[in-house]
Every structure is written in C-alpha cells, then in structure tokens.
C-alpha cells in the first residue's frame, strides 16, 4: 500500500505507475490522479501539442513509418483492402455516387458491412463513422 501525494488516499501498488528512480519503484502519484494531470496539462497547450504533432508528420521517418504501417495492413487484410480498392474504382468511374452522411455532411466515407459486398456501403462522415466502430467494438468485448 502506498498513500498518493496528491489524493492522499491509501492505495496498492498496482494503482502506481513504475519508476525505477523511486525508492519503492513506483510513481508518488497514483494513476488516476496521474492521468487527470496529463489531460489537463493537455488541454492548456492544445495549440503547442497540434503544431508539434503536424511538425512531428512531416519528418521522412514518419511518414516511413505511414507507408510500412499501410503495407503491413494491407497485407493483414486482404479482403478489406480489395473491398475499399473496388468501392474507390467505382466511385471514380462514376458507377457508385457518393452520398451525404446522414447529419448531411458531404465529405462521407463508405462503411463495408460485408467486404465480401464491396459495392454495399453506408455512407458516413468520420465521426459518425468512428462512432460506429467504437459501439461495436464495445459490444463485441
């Protein structure tokens, strides 16, 4: 047990974070109160973390790492990739219309039910459309 330095409550060990610098090996500061410092550090410099992060992606190791990230996706998932490649063909060739989300924004993306369909799509904004993964990645575990 380890009382936290700036709660004060009394908590085990696993409420830490590790710090081999620390005496006992854990941060004086449990995680909770930990995380809540961190979030409110990040909302003051919002500004200075959104330029570092935009610098930060134009660097030639990132967008390295960009390109091997897609690579390996894509190899990971072939069905996926040949779903979204067939649905982009169609929309350029003018065969499928992009549509508005259903809030009404324009710039929608196409969700797949079924890549084994991949002309069958809900159109979604992204955040409509990160909305909907999120609730079923929920409901799945």
């Given at each position: 047990?380890?009382?936290?330095y700036?709660?004060?409550?009394?908590?085990?060990?696993?409420?830490?974070?590790?710090?081999?610098?620390?005496?006992?090996?854990?941060?004086?500061?449990?995680?909770?109160?930990?995380k809540?410092?961190?979030?409110?550090?990040?909302?003051?410099?919002?500004?200075?973390?959104?330029?570092?992060?935009?610098?930060?992606?134009?660097?030639?190791?990132?967008?390295?790492?960009?390109v091997?990230?897609?690579?390996?996706?894509?190899?990971?998932?072939?069905?996926?990739?040949?779903?979204?490649?067939?649905?982009?063909?169609?929309?350029?060739?003018?065969?499928?219309?992009?549509?508005?989300?259903?809030?009404?924004?324009?710039?929608?993306?196409?969700?797949?039910?079924?890549?084994?369909?991949?002309?069958?799509?809900?159109?979604?904004?992204?955040?409509?459309?990160?909305?909907?993964?999120?609730?079923?990645?929920?409901?799945?575990?």
């Amino acid at each position: 047990m380890k009382r936290c330095y700036r709660c004060h409550q009394e908590k085990p060990l696993s409420e830490f974070y590790k710090c081999a610098a620390m005496t006992d090996g854990h941060f004086g500061k449990c995680k909770e109160c930990y995380k809540a410092d961190v979030r409110s550090n990040y909302a003051a410099k919002t500004g200075q973390y959104k330029k570092y992060y935009a610098e930060r992606e134009k660097t030639a190791k990132r967008k390295e790492f960009r390109v091997e990230q897609l690579r390996r996706h894509r190899a990971n998932n072939p069905q996926k990739d040949r779903a979204r490649r067939i649905l982009m063909y169609a929309v350029r060739t003018g065969k499928i219309k992009r549509e508005p989300c259903k809030c009404g924004d324009s710039k929608s993306q196409g969700h797949h039910e079924d890549y084994s369909k991949p002309l069958e799509v809900i159109w979604l904004c992204d955040k409509h459309h990160k909305e909907l993964h999120r609730e079923r990645n929920q409901r799945a575990g």
